[in-house]
Every structure is written in C-alpha cells, then in structure tokens.
C-alpha cells in the first residue's frame, strides 16, 4: 500500500484566496482524520471521520474551514478565504478501527 | 479532556549512547501510539503500544496502562534518531478517536 496520500506537498497563496487540500486514505481504513501542526499550539485535531461521515468537527477554527469525504478513497480541507494564521502544516491521517493510525508526509501551507 | 505530558522536552545525546523518553497520561486509555517526526517533517509509527512491551530493532517501548504511562527505548543511538518524538494516546468516549498528542520530546543526536 502506498500509505496515505496528500496533495499538494506545499501550497503558497495570497491572504483571501480559497486553499483545497487533498487526502487519499489507505484503502480498508474506516476513520479519516484532519491535524494541523504549528509550532505554538502542537498537533491538534481539526476533524474527523468515520466512514465517510464527520463524527466530530469541534477542532474547527472557524466557519472559514470546511471539510468533505465524497467517498472512502478521497477528503478535502477547504479554507476559503485564508489568512495568515492559517499557515501551519496540515496532516491527513486514516486507521482501521482499533488499530493504530497512519499519516501521511502533511501539507505545507503558507498564507502571504 | 484527557492530558498527555512527555519528558524530557529536550535529550541532546552523543552517538552510541541510550535513552529513554517517557509518557504520562491523566486517564485511562484504549491506545497509545509512539510517532517520530524526522527532520523532513514526517511523522512516522514507531510503535502501537496499549500496552506491553513491543521491540523493533534498536527501540522498545512499554506501556503500563494501569499506571498511565508508557516509555520508549533507544539504543545505541544514531543521527538519523534526531527529530522529534510524540506519544499520543485515544480514549474512546462519546467523541471516539480522538487520538491527543503530548508536546514531544525533542532529540538531537549528534555524531
């Protein structure tokens, strides 16, 4: 298995722009998970799914963030607009249950 | 919700020495796993540990859940064992999956 795909590995756009990140789970894996990492607040959890369903999106920063999963092989993190603040490292992460979690190489995203 | 500390926050270490890097949870858990983030910014499954001990090459980790902590082993250390490491642990509750990240421990191997 290639293990879990995100696209793009790096994104630079302009403060108020609309921003897509792309996650391909493993195949199998039931639970999708959406992290963003920056150096002041660590690793936390945006939102996540289980199949194909958002189970809990509290981790959201605000209505700016959005998140789909149209089917078990795909889900998107949109920002529209972004700003800034929204610069960070953002990780797809899928797991099977009860097993443990896998992520993949993260995208990272600056707002100028 | 559930806390999650790691120590220490920072291990500078000579090659060839050992180590150990420790993990304390508040509450009781139904997973823990180790990552290690490589200087690239990868973060890697080094163990799925809720509890026992588990060895893979020159790291081992062991996890007592009835006392809520977890340690990891290295080994004979190496330069390309630099990066950071992260233990983190899920409760599942009416919020299953969440899986909580501690702070990390910070390592620099140095040749």
């Known amino acids: 298995d290639a293990g879990v795909i995100q696209s793009p590995r790096h994104e630079v756009t302009e403060m108020g722009q609309e921003v897509t990140l792309r996650c391909k789970p493993i195949?199998?894996?039931?639970?999708l998970f959406w992290y963003r990492q920056t150096m002041m607040r660590g690793l936390e959890l945006l939102i996540y799914f289980n199949n194909n369903v958002p189970i809990d999106d509290s981790g959201m920063p605000e209505d700016r963030f959005s998140a789909k999963m149209p089917n078990a092989s795909f889900s998107t993190l949109k920002i529209q607009p972004s700003e800034p603040r929204d610069s960070a490292v953002y990780f797809c992460?899928?797991?099977?249950?009860?097993?443990?979690?896998?992520f993949g190489s993260g995208t990272r995203l600056t707002v100028v | 919700g559930i806390q999650v500390e790691q120590s220490p926050p920072d291990l500078i270490l000579q090659e060839g020495a050992n180590s150990t890097l420790r993990c304390n949870f508040s509450?009781?858990?139904?997973?823990l796993q180790w990552f290690h983030q490589n200087p690239w910014g990868q973060l890697i499954n080094l163990f799925y540990?809720?509890?026992g001990t588990k060895q893979n090459g020159r790291l081992s980790a062991t996890t007592v859940a009835t006392e809520r902590y977890s340690l990891l082993y290295i080994s004979s250390s190496q330069t390309t064992d630099s990066g950071v490491y992260f233990c983190a642990v899920v409760k599942y509750s009416s919020n299953t999956g969440k899986l909580i990240f501690g702070q990390g421990t910070t390592l620099q191997v140095k040749p």
């Open positions: 992460a899928s797991s099977l249950t009860t097993d443990g979690y896998t």
């Open positions: 540990i809720p509890s």
């Open positions: 509450d009781s858990v139904n997973n």
């Open positions: 195949s199998g894996h039931d639970y």
